[in-house]
């Protein structure tokens, strides 16, 4: 998507991918493509070096259980490695656009060329949190900033003002079944930006599938912060929580 986007505007797109993580489907969709593995450092700025990029931006997702065991870094990789104290994915992201930056390419935001993701403020279904599932989107908003403060993940499942699932790394979608599971029906999801996120990068994302993790356990409410959430597939998402009684409420931060 943020290729054709770019290249609709005219500009020329070079892409850099991870193999086993990067859709294939992507090198129909850049002038240039080269092929890496996860931590080859090294090779990303030289692929973008040789081509003189001097603008990047990090879209798509790579699997965080692939951290471990599947990444084989070079040596720029490894440098940068060993400078973090943990592998966070803030920590880690911001050490490759540091990286990047001392070579004279700049980072720009993952929702430079489709800023119509980002999610408006409101209720975008047409149910709306009861009193209740409201108390829970407040109480679980508290919790899932501070598990962003700590950088540990983006989304927390709660019931009656109680804890069901906090993410890990095992990503959102398992949250919602574990947590989903705990509460038997009527779970309330909030997804939120973490307090000092860099917003060029590994903003919260929810689509199609997050709502058919909900439908799976009965789930009742996704809460998501708007202007810092991408929404994918956003029409279709909506149809599909309306035609189950979700609600989706994009509240602004406070």
Known sequence: MVADSARKRGIRVIAVAH???????????????????????GQLVKAFKARDVRHVLMAGAIDKANMFGKVRPDLKGLAVMGKLLVFHDDDILRAVAGELEKEGITVVSSAAYLPELVAPSGCLTKRRPRKEEEHDID???????????????????????????????????????????????????????????????????????TVKAMIRVNAAVLAIEAGKTLIFDKDEMVNLADAHGIVISSREST
């Open 19 to 41: 193999r086993g993580e990067s859709v294939q489907e992507l090198a129909k969709r850049v002038d240039e493509i080269t092929w890496i593995e996860l931590g080859r450092l």
């Open 139 to 209: 109480f679980g908003w508290r919790i899932a900033k501070e598990l962003g403060r700590l950088d540990i993940g983006h989304c927390v499942v709660v019931r009656r003002r109680t804890v069901l699932a906090v993410e890990a790394i095992e990503g959102t979608n398992e949250t919602i079944l574990r947590g989903g599971k705990l509460a038997k029906e009527r779970a309330v999801v909030v997804k939120v930006c973490k307090p000092n996120q860099d917003v060029r990068f590994d903003l919260p994302a929810v689509g199609l599938d």
